[in-house]
Antibody, heavy 120, light 110 residues
Framework: EVQLLESGGGLVQPGGSLRLSCAAS????????MSWVRQAPGKGLEWVST????????YYADSVKGRFTISRDNSKNTLYLQMNSLRAEDTAIYYC?????????????WGQGTLVTVSS | QSALTQPPSASGTPGQRVTISCSGS????????VNWYQQLPGTAPKLLIY???QRPSGVPDRFSGSKSGTSASLAISGLQSEDEGDYYC???????????FGGGTKLTVL
């Protein structure tokens, strides 16, 4: 059974940093691209970032480029999102999702999410 | 403003058939497959339809997807109260080099 478990969310002041983690199990982690998708309170889904299975390729939404860094540790089956220079508009539930091993790609499995609140 | 356009709301009575549209452009739906996600109240999104019209194992055949040109649709037949929630379409966008989602459609079962 595929499981994705996010952690690391919390309350942080504007300008602060936070690192999210996503522990994966139930599939060959290194074979799959992984993504972060967020959802602001009462709003829709917004793709944040994607990393390839090897970690060699990364992609970011313009809204987070230069501030967030996606990474993975395939030996620990864990995905990360380092978030710096946080802004109020980054407040959201952050979900990690398994993107798939080969095209056509889609967000297959999702974690339960972790809430990030940016406020003074 | 989302790159994919969905109606904000849809509704139907139990047993009815409802459809939710998703309109895009040549750089997203026109060039790539469309996926649909269901988000029930207080839960994480769940894959409902992938590659335009494929259902993951465990998804009832009441749910179906289609695509034509730069638009896609999700159809739900035999509507049930437990179908109430939000539905999102998504596709890769070549010109933006990002994954784009529709704004979501809130489905109400009357």
């Amino acid at each position: 059974e595929v499981q994705l478990l996010e952690s690391g969310g919390g309350l942080v002041q504007p300008g602060g940093s936070l690192r999210l983690s996503c522990a994966a199990s139930g599939f060959t982690f290194s074979d799959y691209a992984m993504s972060w998708v967020r959802q602001a309170p009462g709003k829709g889904l917004e793709w944040v970032s994607t990393i390839s299975g090897s970690g060699g390729s990364t992609y970011y939404a313009d809204s987070v480029k230069g501030r967030f860094t996606i990474s993975r540790d395939n030996s620990k089956n864990t995905l990360y999102l380092q978030m710096n220079s946080l802004r109020a508009e980054d407040t959201a539930i952050y979900y990690c999702a398994n993107l798939g091993a080969q095209p056509p790609l889609y967000f297959d499995y999702w974690g339960q999410g972790t809430l990030v609140t940016v406020s003074s | 403003q989302s790159a994919l356009t969905q109606p904000p709301s849809a509704s139907g009575t139990p047993g009815q058939r409802v459809t939710i549209s998703c309109s895009g452009s040549s750089s997203n739906i026109g060039s790539h497959t469309v996926n649909w996600y269901q988000q029930l109240p207080g839960t994480a999104p769940k894959l409902l339809i992938y590659s335009n019209n494929q259902r993951p194992s465990g998804v009832p055949d009441r749910f179906s997807g289609s695509k034509s040109g730069t638009s896609a649709s999700l159809a739900i037949s035999g509507l049930q109260s437990e179908d109430e929630g939000d539905y999102y379409c998504a596709a890769w966008d070549d010109s933006l080099n990002v994954w784009v989602f529709g704004g979501g459609t809130k489905l109400t079962v009357l």
